[in-house]
C-alpha cells in the first residue's frame, strides 16, 4: 500500500546520527535509523519523509529533489541571500546557483541585503526582468520583512549566499525565537565567519520550515549538482522562447551564426551578464569527464 508523505515524519535535524523528526501533527521526536539503512549505503537527509518502527526509523520515502552541501531534500525553495556590499555581489556565482536550481526543479528566490548600503536597483531589475523573483530586505522597513515571511509560508526553504550577506541575521529578523548564531566580516577576507555548523531545519512561525546552510563563496556548484552542456540552456529559464530558433539544431548558443538566443542577446532582450555566465559554464561543463557523472 501506497504510504503519503501527509503520513510520514520529516527530518528536521541530523547531528552525527542522531535525527530530530517531526510527525505530521507536529509531535518532535529524537530517534536513530535502522542498521539495514546504513547498510544499504542510504543517506538520510533534513528534509526527507521517513517512516518509524518502534521509534527507529525504518524507511525514507522518495524524494523530489535534493541538494547535497548540507544534505537537504524537499525543498519547495532556494532562497539566495545578495548582499549589495560587504561582500559585494557575485552575478557570476549567484547565476551558477540559479542554474543549479533550476536543474533541480527548485523555485529560486532572490533576497537582496544590505540595500541601505548600496544600491540594488540594478540587480532588482536585471532579474525581474527574466522573472526569477527578488525581494529587497530592508530592516528599517517592516513591510518588506512580511513580504519575505508570507514568501516563506508553509513552503520548505533554504536560504544560501556569499558569506557574510546576512543569512543569520535575516532568519533572526524574521523570527526572533530562532537565535541563530551570526558571524563578523573578516576584514582581511571581506567576506563573513560562517557559523552554521549542522543541517537544521528551523519551523517558521508563519507555517514552514527553513534552513540556513554553508556560504557558497567556499565551494563549488559541481557540489550541488552536475550539468551536462546539452542540458545547461534548459537551465537558463530566458533562453526558453528563442533556443528552439536557431538554425542549427545542436547551437551550443555561444557563437554560432544564425543563432537565435545570440540575436536576443544582442538586442539586449536577455541580459549580457546572463549569457556570460551562461558561456562560462558551458566552457566547464566541456571540460566534465565521463566518470565525474
Known sequence: MAVHVQEA?????????????????????????????????????VGDYVLLNNGVISEVLPRKNEIIRPPLANLDQLCFVVS???????????????????????????????????????????????????????????????TVRLAFKNKISALTGNSGAGKSTLLNALDNNLKIPTGEISQKLGRGKHTTRHSQLYPLKEGGYIADTAGFSTFDTMRYAIIRKEELANCFIEFADYQDNCKFHDCSHTCEKGCAVLEAVENNIIPKSRHESYCAMYEEAKQIKEWQL
Open 84 to 146: 549589495m556590499c560587504e561582500p559585494q555581489p557575485n552575478l557570476r556565482l549567484l547565476d551558477k546557483f540559479i542554474a543549479v536550481s533550476s536543474y533541480k526543479k527548485i523555485q529560486p528566490l532572490l533576497l537582496l541585503t544590505k540595500i541601505d548600503l548600496a544600491s540594488c536597483e540594478e540587480i532588482y531589475q536585471l532579474y525581474q526582468s527574466i522573472d526569477i523573483p527578488v525581494l529587497r530586505v530592508d530592516y528599517q522597513n517592516p513591510e518588506t520583512l512580511e
Open 9 to 45: 515524519y520529516r527530518i528536521i535535524k541530523s547531528v552525527r546520527g542522531l535525527y530530530t523528526v517531526a510527525s505530521p501533527d507536529g509531535i518532535i521526536t529524537e530517534c536513530s535509523a535502522r542498521g539495514v539503512l546504513r547498510q544499504k549505503k542510504q543517506e538520510l537527509y
